[in-house]
């Protein structure tokens, strides 16, 4: 079974920048597509962006033009580059298979504010 340890969260502020790591462990193959969630409070958890194991990369509206998918596949690791971040963009972030879902990681915590 694959397990997923997101990192590289943290409090930034309205229009800053952040880097999230997503390192995937305990599988002996390499997941066709791999996505990064997202869940704010109170809301339901959200795919923000996905990306093929050839790096064809699709997003959700809300972050597209923003965040950047990216992965790392020698390393078993997607990334995903967080620029102009908004208040609305606070939530904690996942990574995972896309769509066949494996067990959830920890999260990381992204929190905007001024």
């Known amino acids: 079974q694959v397990q997923f340890v997101e990192s590289g969260g943290d409090l930034v502020q309205p229009g800053g920048s952040l880097r999230l790591s997503c390192a995937a462990s305990?599988?002996?193959?390499?997941?066709?597509?791999m996505g990064w969630y997202r869940q704010a409070p109170g809301k339901q958890r959200e795919l923000v962006a996905r990306i093929t194991i050839g790096g064809s990369t699709n997003y959700a509206d809300s972050v597209k033009g923003r965040f950047t998918i990216s992965r790392d596949n020698a390393k078993n690791t997607v990334y995903l580059q967080l620029n102009s971040l908004k208040p609305e963009d606070t939530a904690v972030y996942y990574c995972?298979?896309?769509?066949?879902?494996?067990?959830w990681g920890q999260g990381t915590q992204v929190t905007v504010s001024s």
């Open positions: 305990g599988s002996s193959f390499t997941i066709y597509v």
């Open positions: 995972n298979a896309v769509p066949n879902l494996r067990a």
